[in-house]
């Protein structure tokens, strides 16, 4: 059967009757004699719409039939009654989007195999982007410019696209060799569709179409995506064109004022700035190893001098990403004490890093008390601790729970050194 829809795919309203009305889960199935919304199908998503202004956004093909699904409204009152007239509505938007990038695929398709006999095993009408899928190694950049520049002039020609009907036995069909059944699903039953772009190609399909490419208003050519064994030309066709434009014109815009330059030089301007922040990065890392190696110097030198506290507590800002604590373990030098260590990540959300390391037996006691007091999750064995945590407000809970211990251990007051 052809629908409505592929009848006359500009059509946005239409009045049917419905044929059945079947509940299922969720909602109701629905049937009319014919419909302007289109079914999936062929590599095109399903059309958008009202049907008796109740939402339809799922219609299926079943053999000769479109089943439309619409949601229980909450009261479970089936919606329509078999032999009742109602009124279809299309999202239009939404199926003229759907119209340019599926005869966009065509054109596209036709234009790679005429130009380099690339065939397309396939394509996909993605909600930002599609792609069709080349029987390819590879596509150059040469090659890219050449099929969007010809499928371009085809369009300011505005070159017509018509859609013949056949029966499946009619010789018209059977005798010409150029029409393919790409996309075309295997249970179509009864008349079947060629679209033909004039002097381009005709090929079998059940989608809708423009009647003359330039309603498809452009054609770009994004890029070539290699991934086992698919090469796959990512494009976009009329408004997706339009939209794309616009969001990378706003930020250029953005890109003006934080790059402080205009379009020719924000290359030069983030190349400059990538160059500053690695500069940044190297004296901050030379700095924080400084700063550790420092701190560590320190309590050697109270070992040295035998007033090494029993414990130590450290606590940094630095973000996850900082060598200050595998530099200050590194350097270090007090396998008796327990030290407690924690980098906080910089966006100040209570997240970031906790290291442990002492004797065993303090290790395996106050580790997970630690960590569950500050909502991680890690694991320990033998002198070392490590967790990611997510609550360091806490920390102060947590220097409690640590003097406590070594309190009550040691039967008094100990000695300890706190950094923040």
């Not at 400059?272 to 700063?291: G, P, W």
Request: contains cysteine.
């Amino acid at each position: 059967m052809v629908f409505k829809c592929q009848e006359d795919s500009f059509l946005k309203e239409f009045q049917t009757k419905v044929v059945s009305c079947e509940k299922v889960a969720g909602g109701f199935n629905v049937i009319f004699e014919d419909t302007i919304l289109f079914p999936e199908g062929g590599g095109q998503p399903t059309d958008h719409g009202t049907v008796g202004g109740r939402a339809v956004k799922s219609v299926v093909r079943k053999g000769s039939e479109a089943i439309h699904f619409l949601e229980d409204d909450g009261n479970g009152n089936q919606p329509f009654a078999a032999g009742e007239q109602v009124v279809q509505c299309v999202d239009w938007n939404r199926r003229f989007d759907h119209m340019q990038q599926h005869s966009g695929q065509h054109l596209i398709t036709a234009i790679f195999d005429r130009e380099f006999k690339y065939n397309t095993k396939s394509w996909w009408l993605g909600t930002e982007s599609s792609y069709i899928d080349l029987e390819a190694k590879d596509v150059t950049r040469e090659q890219l410019e050449r099929v969007e520049s010809i499928c371009n002039q085809l369009i300011v020609d505005c070159t017509p696209v018509k859609v013949d009907v056949y029966e499946p036995d009619d010789p018209a069909l059977k005798s010409d060799v150029t029409r393919a059944t790409r996309g075309l699903p295997e249970d179509v039953s009864g008349p079947l569709r060629v679209v033909t772009i004039a002097g381009i190609e005709s090929n079998m399909c059940c989608g809708t179409h423009v009647r003359n490419l330039g309603q498809l208003q452009s054609v770009k050519l994004l890029s070539v995506e290699k991934a086992k064994g698919k090469c796959l030309v990512h494009f976009l066709v009329g408004g997706r064109v339009l939209r794309k434009l616009s969001e990378c014109y706003d930020r250029e815009v953005q890109l003006n004022t934080l790059l402080n330059g205009g379009p020719s030089s924000h290359i030069d301007l983030a190349k400059k700035l990538q160059s500053t922040v690695r500069a940044t990065q190297r004296i901050a890392k030379k700095l924080t190893t400084e700063l550790a190696t420092a701190e560590a110097e320190k309590l050697n030198q109270q070992r040295d001098s035998g007033s090494a506290p029993k414990y130590i507590s450290l606590h940094r800002g630095d973000g996850q990403d900082s060598d200050f604590i595998n530099t200050f373990l590194r350097m270090v030098k007090l396998p008796d004490c327990f030290i407690f260590l924690t980098n906080a990540d910089t966006d100040g959300s209570g997240k970031g890093q906790l290291v442990l390391q002492g004797r065993p037996d303090d290790v395996a006691k106050l580790g997970p008390e630690i960590c569950t007091l500050l909502e991680g999750k890690g694991n320990g064995k033998g002198t070392r601790y490590n967790a990611k945590v997510n609550k360091l407000k806490n920390l102060p809970q947590c220097e409690k729970l640590v003097q406590e211990y070594f309190s009550s251990c040691d039967g008094g007051a100990t000695a300890a050194v706190v950094e923040k």
